[in-house]
């Protein structure tokens, strides 16, 4: 990495509504260096994993329907297709249920990636 600063969505704004100018710029403890709003709920967590993933060099944080679906699960999503195995290098791990607002889903991130190493992607338990 160049730099040690992240950039993140602010709190409570739509995505529809987001600009250049409205994201939020802060240092990998989370405080914030360039922006006017308040940086997401989740920025703790992505600074955590910035932190402790040094290879990584963004964080795609989503609850899409079938990523969610499946995360109720609490089950990982088996290697199935070939393109799941170039994708992910095996099974999408399930990581565990954390609550949001700090670094513990982070922490459940870094933990989980630890164990498969391949991955790039990781289901949150009851979450996305
Ligand atoms: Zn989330």
Known sequence: ????????????LRYEFLTPS???VCD?????VDGS???SSDTASHA?????????YGVVHTHST???????????????????????GGPVPVGPFR????????RGVVETLERYPKSPAVLMQNHG
């Open 1 to 12: 990495r160049t730099a040690d600063l992240m950039v993140i969505k602010p709190s409570g």
């Open 22 to 24: 409205s994201m939020v």
């Open 28 to 32: 990998l403890d989370g405080n914030v």
């Open 37 to 39: 709003e308040s940086p």
């Open 48 to 56: 955590y994993i910035y932190r402790h993933m040094p290879d990584v």
């Open 66 to 88: 079938y990523a969610t679906a499946w995360a109720a699960t609490g089950r990982e999503i088996p290697c199935g297709l070939t393109m799941m195995g170039d994708e992910f």
């Open 99 to 106: 609550l949001i607002g700090s670094e513990a889903i982070g």
